[in-house]
């Protein structure tokens, strides 16, 4: 039986698979949602990225708005999504508890008594970059924490040399070969479910405190 449900989306990897895969699913996607405080200036993901990702995803994209108190902000941004959408389920492509701390989406739509699917919860790592690759995903390196990643890994693509490269990385350091301690973060410029590719046309490498990132100055979509 399909469902209707709304993809949380960060313009990275892990929203992208999760979508892949829920659609494959009996999942209905029937818009993106991005959390984004007032005035959002995201390194990782560029909110005209993410416009962009909706445009040729053909879905409707809201950013609904957070601040603090964050607990009750995301509840009554949830809430303000389904009484807008009359969608009762939310997709999240978080994989494991950050920190140790329990799933933020899963403890914020309990209350209000909203549905969370989580795809790629507690799946192997390596497993899911391969999937990524198999389902012919176009991903790369948008920022990196430089405790972990040099500059270099700005824009790089996501492959298998790259993967290789990561897992000597864990070895050495105890990377989370996805990234979710934070040690990078993704763009996805193609994928499965996109009807063009996006192209990024011009950028320059920035770094700010620990941080090394992508400023995007021009795109382009593509044709496939």
Same mark, same amino acid.
């Given at each position: 039986?399909?469902?209707?449900?709304?993809?949380?989306?960060?313009?990275?990897?892990?929203?992208?698979?999760?979508?892949?895969?829920?659609?494959?699913?009996?999942?209905?996607?029937?818009?993106?949602?991005?959390?984004?405080?007032?005035?959002?200036?995201?390194?990782?993901?560029?909110?005209?990225?993410?416009?962009?990702?909706?445009?040729?995803?053909?879905?409707?994209?809201?950013?609904?708005?957070?601040?603090?108190?964050?607990?009750?902000?995301?509840?009554?941004?949830?809430?303000?999504?389904?009484?807008?959408?009359?969608?009762?389920?939310?997709?999240?492509?978080?994989?494991?508890?950050?920190?140790?701390?329990?799933?933020? *989406? +899963?403890?914020? %739509?309990?209350?209000?008594?909203?549905?969370?699917?989580?795809?790629?919860?507690? &799946?192997?790592? #390596?497993?899911?970059?391969?999937?990524?690759?198999?389902?012919?995903?176009?991903?790369?390196?948008?920022?990196?924490?430089?405790?972990?990643?040099?500059?270099?890994?700005?824009?790089?693509?996501?492959?298998?040399?790259?993967?290789?490269?990561?897992?000597?990385?864990?070895?050495?350091?105890?990377?989370?070969?996805?990234?979710?301690?934070?040690?990078?973060?993704?763009?996805?410029?193609?994928?499965?479910?996109?009807?063009?590719?996006?192209? *990024? +046309?011009?950028? %320059?490498?920035?770094?700010?405190?620990?941080?090394?990132?992508?400023?995007?100055? &021009?795109?382009? #979509?593509?044709?496939?």
């Amino acid at each position: 039986m399909t469902q209707n449900a709304a993809m949380l989306w960060t313009g990275g990897k892990d929203s992208a698979l999760a979508l892949h895969e829920a659609s494959q699913n009996g999942y209905r996607i029937r818009c993106l949602v991005t959390f984004a405080p007032p005035e959002p200036d995201f390194l990782a993901h560029p909110l005209v990225f993410i416009k962009m990702q909706a445009q040729v995803l053909a879905l409707p994209h809201y950013v609904l708005s957070i601040h603090d108190p964050f607990e009750k902000s995301y509840e009554t941004a949830l809430c303000e999504l389904r009484n807008k959408t009359g969608i009762n389920t939310v997709i999240t492509g978080d994989i494991a508890e950050v920190a140790g701390n329990p799933n933020w *989406i +899963c403890e914020r %739509s309990r209350p209000i008594g909203m549905t969370v699917h989580t795809p790629l919860w507690g &799946r192997d790592r #390596l497993t899911l970059l391969r999937q990524l690759l198999d389902s012919e995903f176009q991903v790369l390196f948008s920022c990196v924490n430089t405790r972990w990643l040099g500059e270099n890994w700005i824009g790089r693509e996501l492959n298998d040399t790259a993967i290789a490269d990561l897992r000597q990385i864990r070895e050495r350091t105890g990377l989370d070969l996805c990234g979710e301690e934070g040690e990078y973060h993704t763009l996805v410029t193609d994928g499965p479910h996109f009807m063009r590719r996006i192209a *990024i +046309c011009s950028a %320059s490498k920035r770094a700010t405190d620990s941080l090394a990132y992508l400023d995007i100055h &021009r795109l382009e #979509l593509i044709e496939k």
